[in-house]
């Protein structure tokens, strides 16, 4: 049988292994005080990664975005506005907030929120705009920013799928108030679990750390509501040579999405991902669309890939909006979303599979939908 060639995986090696071992001898697993630590090492290495004055680390990429929404300040009776085709943490953030998630449609291209659809949500309840960055694309977020500060709204990026993409030459983040990153396992880079906050905003950013570690201004005594959120040593030692390592996995992705996009350019059955001038793919993930057909003929190709050993993927088959518990927030219909929900399905581009790997992939789907 066939070894299965995985949507994604972590590329762990030696390096990763010393920097753990180190953190595991000196006894000291996590800290409060980031000084001097793995921590405090990993969120100076990444501000400057992201061209961001502060990195404030978390333990996942949701505690990130909820750090985000708290220390601007949005609570019950506010609203926030995002897409419903993106993984749940987006949405389940803002729901923790006591916030109301106002869902809206995407660009059928991109698959990211259309800035027309933002504008035409904005209410007098609304307090941010959470824009993702989708499949490793940025989102509009120049158009965002103008729109943002037409209305008087925060912006929050979701970058957790974006490491190593660029939009008009920057590093996602550069049009956002507060920029929110996963190194969960799957990622273009990983910590296992954990993520990142950075900001330009030195009172922002000392608010997360306090809500990071119990609201605690001081040992023991906490000034606000906070959580714990803080991120282990372990972690922090990962993070520091996986982002070291960044350029070379982004370049690989991109390599390998170059290949299929030429080998898949004659499949009349498949619309292919885009990168529109001015933004640099991340390649987080390789989505294509069936033209025709929909989620039954969607899951058959899926199906028929998988049993030859292709680890495709058909991610948020079921959009946010769609699903029991957030039901309750919006009766609004989104086409663009509903519909791409049912056609999209996603190819293994990560820099662990090999060029051969890469040929047959194509060359399988290729023959599935012949």
Not at 315 to 326: D, E, G, Q
């Amino acid at each position: 049988m066939r070894k299965t060639i995985p949507i994604n995986m972590p590329l762990i090696d030696e390096r990763e292994i010393a920097r753990v071992t180190r953190v595991l001898k000196s006894g000291v697993l996590t800290t409060r005080v980031t000084s001097g630590s793995m921590v405090g090492r990993f969120e100076n290495a990444f501000s400057k990664f992201a061209k961001a004055k502060h990195a404030v680390a978390v333990n996942s990429g949701t505690a990130a975005l909820h750090t985000a929404l708290l220390t601007i300040g949005v609570k019950t009776g506010d609203e926030v506005i995002l897409p419903s085709f993106t993984f749940i943490s987006t949405a389940e953030a803002v729901a923790l907030t006591g916030a109301r998630p106002v869902f809206v449609d995407i660009n059928p291209q991109t698959y990211n929120v259309d800035p027309e659809k933002i504008e035409e949500a904005v209410a007098p309840k609304t307090r941010a705009i959470i824009p993702v960055d989708l499949y490793g694309l940025s989102a509009e977020m120049k158009a965002i920013r103008e729109l943002a500060e037409k209305h008087g709204l925060a912006v929050i990026e979701d970058a957790a799928q974006a490491h190593g993409a660029t939009y008009l030459g920057k590093p996602p983040g550069c049009f956002a108030d507060l920029t929110c990153w996963s190194f969960y396992a799957s990622k273009n880079m990983t910590t296992g679990e954990g993520g990142m906050i950075t900001t330009n905003g030195e009172e922002w950013a000392e608010t997360m750390r306090f809500i990071r570690s119990h609201g605690e201004k001081e040992e023991y005594v906490s000034s606000m509501l906070g959580h714990n959120y803080r991120m282990p040593e372990m972690e922090a030692a990962l993070g520091i040579v996986q982002l070291q390592k960044l350029p070379a996995f982004v370049e690989k992705r991109r390599r390998n999405a170059r290949f299929l996009t030429k080998k898949l350019s004659e499949v009349e059955r498949l619309q292919l991902p885009v990168e529109p001038r001015g933004f640099r793919h991340g390649w987080y993930l390789y989505t294509v669309r069936l033209r025709d057909g929909g989620k039954t003929e969607r899951d058959r190709v899926v199906r028929e890939l998988r049993n030859r050993g292709v680890g495709v993927a058909a991610y948020y088959r079921v959009p946010i909006h769609l699903m029991p518990y957030y039901r309750q927030f919006s009766r609004r219909r989104l086409p663009e979303t509903e519909k791409a929900s049912e056609q999209v399905f996603s190819l293994p581009v990560h820099p662990g599979v090999a060029p051969k790997e890469i040929h047959y992939v194509a060359g399988s789907v290729a023959r599935v939908l012949k």
